[in-house]
Nanobody, 126 residues
């Protein structure tokens, strides 16, 4: 069982930055692919970024490339999402998720992620 708790959301002006954190319980954190998803009002949940268990491989949605950076510190059981150059359209509830796939697999959909946090609200004003 893995429990995930996000933090770091808030209100920021367009062009600003936020760093989200996701703290995980359990002893096997490094065995999980960690992902960040977001869901805006009236929209489906969408993939933002993911990172391999070692942290050596990262994946991003096209709309955040060059602006967001996902990272993890396994010794702290924590994954981060550094968000720069924020836009009003980045406003959403951001969720972290944990999943396991064989080899170098991962998913850009909610399917396969076994554990989810409660979400943290990010609001970007224009």
């Amino acid at each position: 069982q893995v429990q995930l708790v996000e933090s770091g959301g808030g209100l920021v002006q367009a062009g600003g930055s936020l760093r989200l954190s996701c703290a995980a319980s359990g002893r096997t954190f490094s065995s999980y692919i960690m992902g960040w998803f977001r869901q805006a009002p009236g929209k489906e949940r969408e993939f933002v970024a993911a990172i391999s268990g070692s942290g050596g491989v990262t994946y991003y949605a096209d709309f955040v490339k060059g602006r967001f950076t996902i990272s993890r510190v396994n010794a702290r059981n924590t994954v981060y999402l550094q968000m720069n150059s924020l836009k009003p359209e980045d406003t959403a509830v951001y969720y972290c998720a944990a999943g396991q796939w064989p080899g170098s697999g991962y998913s850009r959909t909610s399917d396969g992620y076994d554990y989810w946090g409660q979400g943290t609200q990010v609001t970007v004003s224009s």
